[in-house]
């Protein structure tokens, strides 16, 4: 063989060798995009930018970006938006009464296939988080969702203020008789003028309707049919009360503000003093914990007939068109964000509970509950959770009964009118979806 020769084969061996290594080197990363909403208080949007560098760093062969879309309701029109675009996100943490709607308009994928490829059955997977959100994760048996941080409703109370009025911190109210009775006497007056109110429960949109849902319950009704996606109970006899107990607060006995009250307000009147009691997410548990200037309780929500109040927070779901690699990455994220480690991490870091039980089991977790007893008081109320309300147009049908609500606590209409007007314009949303699903009789 001549030196030439030689050459020639090993400059074209040394060719072949790093043409069948460069993929090795040349791979890049899946790329994904997770959209996440930042609904209530606190410092979530740095919290999700930590929790997805750390996942990245310990997955090189995927690339997530989180995507911060608003509140709850905004994720829900971006994500619609982008999938009309033919670009939907691998992933998003979406509210978890939408997951029906979703559904039924055949938005976001079943996640069966994959809970299979592991090895698992849907029973097993979802055995891993709290019951009580099985309700808004599995529809029609399959798994849709997969909760990430979920909540329900508190009540927040200023020990200080009810010392001063001669109340027991540690003996929040427990019914709706002791909570008007502990807010007439939490009210500060100046002559005509308010400087600190009894209670204060937030009114704006989304949130009104989760809190009448938390009251109406815990009045012993049931807001919507969870079995089937075109019926509420706008007009019913304890929603009407649950209804006339918020307006009672604020026109009879004068202890709450009238109009609407947006939740970012809400906590502020309570950090700043000028409210002795709220009712706020345990998502809030975190910012009310790093800001107050004072002791503070929490408790449950104060009932009439029962204790039970509705799920809220979120779930990750995979949109439909989300497929390959992207979807298995979308996968892989879910998981990992869904551990038991991450999920006590991010309820330490924002306050929502952890909805993967084994979370609670960890060393770290024990020790801060023991130091913050009031996240453990959320996790408590769990054994009287019921799921969050959830419809065909979940948000439309929600706003019909939170426009009645606002126009209630505004003083221009009365309870029964509002409900009224509430189940009428529902029913008409709702309308197409009953057709549609209506049992149809063969014909002779």
Do not use: C
């Not at 308009?105 to 099985?134: C, P, S, V, W």
């Not at 911190?169 to 002791?178: L, Y």
């Not at 109406?216 to 049931?222: A, M």
């Not at 130091?371 to 959320?378: E, L, R, T």
């Amino acid at each position: 063989m001549t030196s030439t020769t030689r050459r020639s084969v090993l400059v074209g061996a040394a060719f072949a060798a790093s043409f069948a290594i460069a993929p090795a080197f040349a791979q890049a990363p899946t790329e994904i995009e997770l959209f996440f909403p930042v609904p209530v208080d606190g410092q979530l949007a740095r919290d999700m930018t930590a929790l997805i560098k750390e996942f990245n760093e310990k997955n090189p062969a995927i690339k997530a970006t989180p995507v911060y879309t608003g509140s709850y309701d905004e994720t829900l029109i971006k994500t619609r938006a982008a999938m009309k675009a033919g670009k939907p996100p691998a992933a998003v943490i979406m509210s978890a009464n939408f997951l029906l709607d979703l559904k039924i308009e055949g938005e976001i994928q079943k996640l069966d296939d994959l809970i299979k490829t592991d090895g698992k059955t849907n029973e097993a997977y979802m055995g891993q988080f709290f019951r009580a959100l099985h309700g808004n994760a599995v529809l029609d048996r399959s798994v849709y969702g997969v909760p990430f941080h979920n909540s329900t409703p508190l009540l927040y109370v200023n020990a200080d203020h009810f010392k001063e009025a001669g109340l027991d911190p540690e003996k929040p109210p427990s019914n709706w008789e002791e909570l008007a009775t502990a807010a007439k006497k939490l009210t500060k007056r100046e002559g005509d003028r308010v400087t600190r109110w009894g209670i204060i429960a937030p009114s704006n949109y989304d949130y009104g309707g989760w809190i009448l849902q938390a009251l109406t319950q815990s009045n012993g009704g049931q807001w919507f049919n969870v079995d089937y996606g075109g019926e509420v109970y706008y007009d019913s006899p304890s929603m009407l009360g649950a209804l006339t107990f918020w307006s009672d607060l604020v026109a009879k006995h004068k202890v709450h503000p009238a109009g609407v009250q947006a939740g970012g307000a809400v906590s502020t009147a309570f950090l700043s003093g000028q409210a002795s009691m709220v009712l706020l997410s345990t998502g809030s548990l975190t910012h009310i914990r790093t800001n107050a200037k004072f002791p503070y309780k929490v408790a449950f929500v104060p009932k009439n007939v029962k204790n039970e109040v509705p799920i809220g927070g979120a779930s990750l779901v995979i949109p439909a068109g989300v497929e390959g690699e992207r979807r298995k990455a979308a996968w892989t994220l879910i998981n990992w964000m869904t551990s038991p480690e991450k999920s006590g991490w991010w309820s330490r870091a924002t306050g929502y509970f952890a909805p993967n039980m084994a979370a609670y089991e960890l060393p770290e977790m024990k020790e801060f509950i023991a130091k913050n007893p009031d996240a453990g008081i959320a996790v408590s109320q769990l054994t009287y959770a019921k799921p969050w309300f959830a419809t065909y147009k979940t948000v439309p049908v929600r706003k019909a009964i939170e426009d009645e609500l606002q126009a209630v606590l505004s003083g221009k209409k009365q309870p029964k009118e509002a409900l009224v007007s509430a189940q009428k314009t529902a029913d008409e949303i709702m309308k197409p979806y009953v057709e549609q699903t209506a049992l149809k009789l063969p014909t002779n």
